[in-house]
């Protein structure tokens, strides 16, 4: 690892310690060369299938994409920047979870989409209307029916005859 301040090859770990959500290990290091320190993280590498475009295009998964479009869904709404964060990872997650090599892009935003529902429905309603390309008023419409108006699924016994 070279040092970010002399870039000198060879430094030493002082203290290493798990990061404070416990996904990384934090070490403090010190440049043999110049003597200054710096800290580096240390992380699982995580495998993630390819997505699979409508188009039919593969590429690599891009978490910035998702906070991309979920932050644009999320503009001049009351949500943190830490619960975006959240709910990226989230999305990452189930991905990572998800069987198999290829995982559709269209999982990746029904997925998006169950989180942002469940979050803030005017965030919800605002990334449903680019991904699922409303056409006119009436596609809004129908979705903001179906947001006031969840379907309900029948109880057992709860059928009519």
Known sequence: MKCPFCAHGENKVIDSRISKDGD?????RECIGCGKRFTTYEFVEEVLPVV????????????????????KACEKRPISTDVIETLVDHVE?????????????TA???TVMRELQVLDGVAYVRFAS?????????????????????????????SEE
């Open 52 to 71: 699979v475009k409508k188009d039919g295009r593969r590429e690599p998964f891009d978490r910035t994409k998702i906070r991309s479009g979920i932050k």
């Open 24 to 28: 990384a290990i934090r070490r403090r």
């Open 130 to 158: 680019v991904y699922r390309q409303f056409r006119d008023v009436s596609d809004f419409l129908d979705e903001l029916k179906d947001l006031l108006h969840p379907k309900k699924e029948e109880a057992p016994g709860d």
């Open 108 to 110: 990746i935003g029904e």
């Open 93 to 105: 997650r189930a991905c990572q979870e998800f069987q198999g090599k290829e995982i559709p892009s």
